[in-house]
């Protein structure tokens, strides 16, 4: 759970890193991917000298992963120059419903009643969020923002899901994950504003620190963590992220998001704490005796693919 936490602190650092970097959209999620590619290719060979290749199937699963967090990375850099760091990273946080419901059926990690009846009223912070019924609400384009955000969960979620169902390995399939979100980002960039190949300095070094902080050793860590523990609590923890780049990004960017937005994000962070506070688990044993098969399990309520 620390390795979860530690990674979740280090990742919260990428919007703002994004922001200050000044580039495009495809630019930014381009050269994060691409820049880290050969400490990830290091570190693989380092794992593959210790444990022999990956087996097929987490190959095949890593290069899924990869495409899904290509489109994750293009339409959350586009919700960050929509509506900022800060509250971009809230609505790309959505993921922890999506991984709860999906982990339920692919993994049968049973998510609570508690987390059924919170998913409309954290979907009812995102419309405050996207300044709808706003005057002051910050961002070049909120609704934009919200809707971009909203597709950044769900290619995030996917991204989780398909690295958890892998390898119990961290370095080898990031790095094939990474590989093949560099060549998706290139090949999809046109399509998404198009991406600049040389940006021009600081920016290369905002988007090197990107590359090797986030992207290499936050990542680094939370895959480490992803079969050792529960989809959703994995899920959970991400939400270190958001409470900390919303800070971050008032503190560094000066972004300061209007009364109804911040309470926008309050509604998000608490509804997912309080919806993902417990879970229940089917008990083949318990079954077996002929039980009701269920106990309580709680998840520790800690908030950061």
């Not at 994060?32 to 570190?43: T, W």
């Not at 920016?203 to 529960?230: E, K």
């Not at 993902?276 to 520790?300: K, L």
Request: a neutral charge; one cysteine or more.
């Amino acid at each position: 759970m620390i390795v979860a936490i530690v990674g979740a602190l280090v990742i919260s650092t990428s919007a703002p890193l994004v922001r200050l970097a000044g580039v495009s959209p495809a630019t930014s999620a381009l050269f994060r991917c691409a820049y880290a590619i050969p400490p990830m290719l290091a570190l693989a060979w380092l794992e593959r000298r210790r444990h022999g290749p990956l087996p097929r199937r987490a190959v095949l699963l890593a290069w899924a992963a990869g495409l899904t967090f290509a489109f994750d990375l293009l339409f959350w850099h586009h919700a960050i120059a929509y509506v900022g760091a800060g509250l971009a990273t809230v609505l790309g946080n959505l993921q922890v419903f999506l991984v709860a419901f999906a982990a339920w059926a692919v993994f049968g990690e049973r998510p609570s009643g508690r987390l059924v009846v919170a998913t409309p009223v954290v979907f009812g912070g995102v419309v405050l969020i996207s300044g709808v019924f706003d005057s002051a609400a910050y961002g070049d384009d909120p609704i934009m923002g919200v809707l971009a955000g909203v597709a950044t969960s769900v290619s995030y979620a996917a991204f989780l899901l398909l690295m958890k169902g892998g390898s119990d390995r961290a370095a080898g399939p990031l790095a094939h994950a990474t590989v093949v979100a560099t060549a998706a980002i290139a090949a999809l960039s046109p399509a998404f504003g198009g991406a600049d190949l040389a940006p021009s300095w600081p920016a290369h070094g905002w988007l090197l620190l990107l590359a090797l902080g986030p992207q290499v050793l936050g990542w680094s860590l939370i895959t480490f963590t992803l079969p050792r523990q529960p989809a959703a609590l994995t899920a959970l923890l991400l939400l270190v992220q958001p409470l900390t780049t919303v800070a971050l990004s008032a503190v560094a960017l000066g972004e300061r998001p209007s009364p109804w937005q911040l309470a926008g994000c309050g509604v998000v962070v608490l509804g997912v704490l309080w919806g993902s506070g417990s879970r229940r688990t089917a008990q083949p044993e318990a079954a077996a005796d002929g039980t009701d098969g269920e106990q309580d399990a709680q998840v520790p309520n800690t908030s950061t693919v």
